[in-house]
């Protein structure tokens, strides 16, 4: 079942556009644009295959326009530049996430993935924890690695909807994955 599904993405991966970073500069830009469409299909696949309304940020809408099978059209008007994260949330149960998210450390541009799990609640608030899935330099991101270290965590992502055991993703997490943090 898990293997059947992370099939079905691999095929949706395959129509994802080379990435082609040229300057330093736009590295940030290049990386979220394509991390764009990733956590789109992402979020189609859940949406598609087991009606989950997870939520995603920024929006669909504001990103892409969905033109069918799969496929969008990115938009022109969207700052990829400006953007620092993209998430798929699904807070129904416990809170938890799958990020993209850029930071600067020594002027360098970096990149990382994480799932953001919800550890425990405080004073009715979520506290979570975070886990690295991939993490580069902008300028060095390589989407064959990410979704080499990420599709396994897809996978337990997908087994924890279909048993209603949220707790597969997150051992998932704590035993294959790095905590980077609060």
Not at 27 to 44: C, D, P, T
Not at 85 to 108: C, M, P, W, Y
Not at 140 to 156: I, M, Q, R
Request: glycine share 4%.
């Amino acid at each position: 079942m898990e293997d059947y599904w992370l099939d079905e993405l691999d095929e949706d991966f395959k129509s994802l556009p080379a990435l082609k970073i040229q300057a330093d500069a736009k590295a940030r830009e290049h990386v979220m644009r394509l991390l764009s469409i990733l956590f789109l299909k992402i979020w189609m696949r859940f949406a598609i295959d087991l009606g989950l309304k997870m939520k995603m940020t920024p929006s669909s809408e504001d990103i892409a326009l969905y033109e069918g099978k799969n496929k969008w059209n990115i938009s022109k008007d969207f700052n990829f530049e400006a953007l620092s994260e993209i998430s798929l949330s699904d807070n129904r149960k416990r809170a938890h996430a799958l990020r993209a998210e850029t930071f600067t450390v020594q002027g360098r541009e970096h990149v990382r993935i994480v799932f953001s799990l919800e550890e425990e609640r405080v004073k009715n608030q979520p506290v979570m924890v975070s886990y690295s899935v991939y993490s580069s330099l902008a300028k060095d991101f390589s989407v064959e690695d990410a979704l080499k270290n990420l599709k396994p965590g897809l996978g337990k992502w997908y087994l924890a909807h279909v048993n209603d055991e949220l707790s597969i993703l997150w051992n998932y997490c704590k035993d294959k994955y790095e905590f980077v943090g609060v």
